[in-house]
């Protein structure tokens, strides 16, 4: 096996399901939240990177250090949800088009490390 299909390996093992129902139906609503926001996001790019963003600010928070100071970021989906919705809207025009040229979008992963849907 190469080098480049047991990296493959290792990543579907770690994003395996557990056994237990509850942690399913758990799983399945942050993948349905998760599809929902990168549905809705203009810049499709760095699907992968943008779930695991999604994973650790939904899931206990993302530590980041912002002048030397710590800063967790946490937040539910509904919240990431209603920040990309102010997202949207203060950036679309009457007609639902986005204005900003996609060179100037940030990536989905980016937008969600750097807590924007708090802006």
Known sequence: MSKKQSNVVNIQKASGKSSSANTQSQDTAVSNDFEL????????VGKLHARVAWNKITSGGKVVYIDGDKVDIVATPDQIMEGLHNYLFCNSNAHGDFLIEMCYTPLPQTWLNQGRFLD
């Not at 926001?37 to 499709?44: G, I, Q, S």
Request: hydrophobic share 40%; proline share 12%; aromatic share 38%.
């Open 37 to 44: 926001f990168w549905k809705l996001y203009p810049r499709k």
